[in-house]
């Protein structure tokens, strides 16, 4: 399997060789730590040891039932938002369907006009939908789920139900409703939180519909893990990349942007973002992460870039093969484009990419990930090598990875505004009503 690898390139020279490594012996205890985990984060670590919710017997679990699905469905819609459809959307949006399923995204935003379109999509189709939500009180799934439940129940009457699978907290007010309503349940683990689930049922179960192999994107993140627990403090990509992170923040930077050059990787960046802004960004610190879809970006922001205050510095991924070519051809039109003929689109987009990193990193640090292909391996070894960073980075930054208490604050105003009951309890809602029905639907 090829693997991802890492470089600095600085020809500003913010970084010395020296600063770098004497801070990777400084913080060698913490990547020791990071390795196994902290047992004062050993509730939210599931992600950790790639076996837990992606080895062979999960990842056959995953694989039946979206075999199940894939025989019926002509859509599939996702309902959920941030940590609980990011990963799925970012590997199908890279990689694309295979088969009769068309994978539709609902549940992540507020619009009316959005989830008008949604429907309108899967008029005369035959639709499964897959609910997602760790904590069942999100308004955007919530929402979305009883809209999808209306047009469902309109389309199939009482058999509507074999065709909803919701990914719940066991125990939870969602596990409650499948058993009351027949819904299949299917478990969002309890020691993840929403933004490292990739390798688990939340991102590799929609995958799966979608015809990804999730045993490639699992094989993937096992090799990272492998590596990165084999790897000693003074060789360890991981620490090298957070500790360049932090002594950039310290010397002013407030700003990191993931650039790319292959627009395939935009789900991906999103993904990346929320990672690193909700885990990082708490207690008056912190980088705000952002992306550039470039070469689109550089008509754009380019110029600050260049020329503006330093504030950002950039982290390249560096697709090494895209799997894909268009070879231009003379036409005989004199457009004065004819110093590319019979050059590849992808050779202009490598010319381009060397010029943009060169000519940033003489005015910033940039770092340079290096990605073999567009394939669920290097998927599997980017996620798993971003989460372990995340957490590695958090810790050297001195904040707790896992939390995210500032995403309350607006909710509690939007909740109040919409008059919504905070205090009624999950019992009183249903209570002794469920009783002891099981869930139904799907069975395999």
Aim: charged letters at 25%; one cysteine or more.
């Amino acid at each position: 399997m090829k693997e991802i690898s890492m470089e600095l390139i600085d020809g500003s020279s913010w970084l010395t060789p020296e600063e770098i490594t004497g801070k990777m012996e400084e913080y060698a205890s913490y990547l020791d730590e990071v390795k196994y985990g902290e047992e004062q984060y050993e509730e939210n670590l599931g992600w950790l040891d790639v076996e837990e919710w992606a080895g062979e017997k999960w990842i056959t679990y995953y694989q039946k039932l979206a075999a199940d699905v894939r025989k019926n469905a002509d859509v599939f819609v996702v309902i959920g938002i941030g940590g609980s459809n990011q990963a799925a959307r970012a590997v199908v949006d890279a990689i694309g369907e295979t088969g009769p399923v068309t994978i539709v995204w609902a549940g992540n935003s507020i619009s009316a006009d959005s989830i008008r379109n949604v429907l309108q999509e899967l008029k005369g189709k035959s639709v499964y939908i897959n609910l997602i939500a760790k904590n069942f009180e999100t308004l955007e799934p919530g929402i979305g789920f009883r809209a999808l439940r209306s047009f469902m129940k309109k389309e199939y009457g009482e058999e509507y139900a074999k065709r909803v699978i919701c990914t719940g907290t066991e125990g939870s007010h969602l596990e409650k409703l499948c058993k009351m309503n027949g819904f299949y349940f299917l478990p969002f683990p309890v020691n993840i939180g929403g933004r490292f689930t990739a390798l688990s049922p939340v991102g590799l179960f929609p995958m799966a519909v979608a015809g990804i192999d999730i045993g490639a994107i699992a094989a993937g993140a096992q090799c990272m893990r492998q590596r990165l627990l084999k790897e000693s403090a003074s060789e360890s990509m991981a620490l090298k990349y957070a500790v360049i992170r932090n002594l950039l923040y310290q010397k002013g930077f407030g700003m990191e942007m993931l650039s790319y050059f292959e627009p395939r990787y935009f789900r991906f960046a999103k993904w990346w973002m929320q990672l690193f802004g909700e885990s990082e960004g708490k207690d008056n610190k912190g980088l705000y992460p952002l992306f550039g879809n470039f070469s689109e970006d550089l008509h754009s922001i380019g110029q600050f870039l260049q020329d503006g205050s330093n504030i950002i510095f950039e982290t390249f991924l560096d697709i090494q093969n895209t799997g894909a070519s268009y070879v231009l051809h003379n036409d005989n039109v004199d457009d004065l484009f004819d110093y590319l003929d019979g050059k590849d689109f992808d050779e202009i987009n490598r010319a381009a990419f060397e010029a943009t990193i060169t000519a940033h990193s003489k005015k910033f640090p940039c770092v340079k990930i290096s990605v073999p292909a567009v394939d669920e391996e290097t998927f599997g070894q980017l996620f798993y090598f971003f989460e372990f960073v995340c957490y590695l980075s958090a810790k050297i930054l001195g904040v707790n990875p896992f939390d995210q208490p500032g995403v309350e604050a607006y909710k509690q105003h939007m909740f109040q505004a919409l008059g919504k009951n905070r205090q009624r309890t999950q019992a009183n809602s249903y209570g002794a009503a469920v009783g002891d029905r099981s869930a139904g639907g799907i069975s395999f």
